[in-house]
């Protein structure tokens, strides 16, 4: 935490605004005096629905020191705060005695330049929080980090986040890859496999904002049912219609090796198709039909590859639960291996594949969770934000459509038929306060702040198992 001592309101400008946003994680840092372990992660997050900052701490301090608010600090795991300058003010008069720097004023935090002059300088540390910022986007990806920020958007699939976490982690370290990354995503319609892809590519980009980052792109294989189809992955050849028109998999590759390829529904393309694709899954180059000013050949070492399929899903989750396969990639890689082959995936291909991803189906409760922050996305596009949703809407909502054979989808189309307008009435008030959305009939009413007393609107209505929870991100961080 010595870095916070001697940063700039800039930097904690900066930091603030990323907080805001969601939970600013930084990993193994140094603790105070009297910490044992002395290192530890540390996370800065918006409380959703007050807005009040949050300082968590990782849980397993033990602290013998004689500053109390410290003791308390690390026996809870986290603080709050009215605003961001005392959370600020309290790092620095408490940390900051710890590590043996000075106490600082109020008045002194609201300077430009280096906040804190500490007792022991040091010439060398940047004024703006540059050395935090790179352990916040690191040139390795942590393994544990992603896979956090990715369950933050896919609900109820750990399994397969983990393994996909474990696999993108390892491609990001190597200097020099050999093939992209390729990975075969298989289970139910509506469960996550296609949204992991889009939340994988955006997580890369805001880990590392400072690079090129990851690139995404989309292609939905019930369009390259023809073998003639080809054409639009790798362009036509010479003397052909279209030839040196460009191709949507060779431009996009062209432009960032480092892509995100998401081959949606794989099973319904053309084996012609996955045939082209044999030589970048195995050695990392994929030939043009059509020869550019760019070359024949399109370097995609950096890539990644993922394909997805609800392809015999049920059979292959069926055999996992029955043996025990779930958390053991060995059994999972094995079935799925099987399984593809019978299906009629050719083995040349099923063999390239580095590793399977099984996406199970959703239970209630996770249903219920990513049904609420479906509710929520709707209400942003009307402008409005809504930090708590009544359980009796979530049970209604998933009652109107259920259908367990395509997952969430029918309950998130059908959002907006039932909730649009009471957000649009809402949104005609041009108000910036939180909304709580209680129903059915549906009304979005003001959400009341901690200590003013909850409306009587805030008592369920329906079973409580189905209550939702948007829970911050990291609080606290375990």
């Not at 001592?5 to 990323?18: C, I, V, Y």
């Not at 935090?109 to 300088?121: K, R």
Request: proline share 7%; glycine share 8%.
């Amino acid at each position: 935490m010595k870095q916070f001592l001697n940063g700039t309101q800039e930097a904690f400008r900066d930091l603030e605004s990323r907080a805001r946003r969601s939970c600013v994680r930084y990993r193994n840092q140094e603790m105070p005096a009297g910490c044992q372990p002395n290192r530890a992660d540390v996370g800065f997050e918006f409380d959703s629905a007050n807005g009040t900052p949050r300082l968590c701490v990782q849980h397993g301090i033990a602290y013998s020191g004689s500053n109390p608010e410290l003791g308390g600090w690390f026996l809870s795991g986290k603080k709050d705060f009215p605003d961001f300058a005392t959370l600020i003010q309290w790092i620095k008069d408490n940390l900051g005695a710890g590590f043996g720097a000075r106490p600082v004023s109020g008045s002194e935090v609201a300077t430009s330049g280096p906040l804190v002059e500490t007792a022991h300088t040091l010439t060398d540390l940047p004024t703006v929080l540059r050395g935090v910022r790179e352990s916040h986007c690191p040139l390795y990806l942590d393994q544990d980090v992603l896979f956090e920020r990715l369950a933050q958007c896919v609900r109820g699939q750990d399994n397969a986040l983990r393994s996909l976490a474990a696999v993108i982690t390892r491609h990001c370290a190597r200097q020099q890859p050999k093939r992209p990354a390729v990975l075969f995503a298989v289970g139910p319609s509506g469960v996550g496999k296609t949204r992991t892809a889009e939340t994988l590519a955006e997580t890369l980009r805001y880990m590392n904002p400072d690079s090129s980052g990851y690139a995404f792109l989309r292609l939905d294989m019930s369009e390259y049912q023809e073998s003639h189809r080809v054409s639009q992955l790798i362009g036509s050849p010479q003397g052909y219609v279209g030839h040196g028109e460009g191709s949507q998999l060779l431009d996009a590759l062209r432009t960032n090796p480092k892509t995100i390829v998401l081959f949606d529904e794989i099973e319904k393309a053309h084996p012609a198709i996955l045939r082209v694709l044999m030589n970048a899954m195995d050695a990392g180059r994929l030939s043009s039909a059509s020869r550019s000013g760019s070359g024949h050949e399109i370097d995609c070492r950096g890539a990644v590859f993922l394909f997805t399929s609800n392809l015999d899903a049920r059979a292959i989750i069926a055999e996992l639960e029955s043996s025990g396969g779930f958390g053991d990639q060995t059994a999972v890689d094995a079935i799925c291996r099987r399984k593809l082959q019978a299906s009629g995936i050719a083995p040349e291909i099923v063999g390239r594949i580095g590793r399977f991803l099984v996406f199970r189906p959703l239970t209630t409760a996770i249903r219920a969770e990513i049904m609420a922050g479906a509710i929520v996305d709707v209400a942003a596009e009307y402008g409005i934000r809504v930090v708590y949703v009544e359980p009796a809407v979530i049970v209604d909502v998933m009652k109107r459509s259920r259908s367990d054979d395509l997952g969430m989808r029918p309950g998130q189309y059908m959002i907006d038929d039932l909730l649009g307008a009471a957000f649009a009435t809402a949104a005609r008030k041009e108000s910036t306060d939180p909304y709580l959305l209680q129903g059915p009939p549906y009304e979005c009413v003001p959400f009341l702040p901690v200590g003013e007393g909850p409306p009587p609107a805030l008592t369920p209505k329906s079973d409580t198992k189905l209550q939702p929870k948007i829970h911050p991100p990291c609080s606290p961080l375990n």
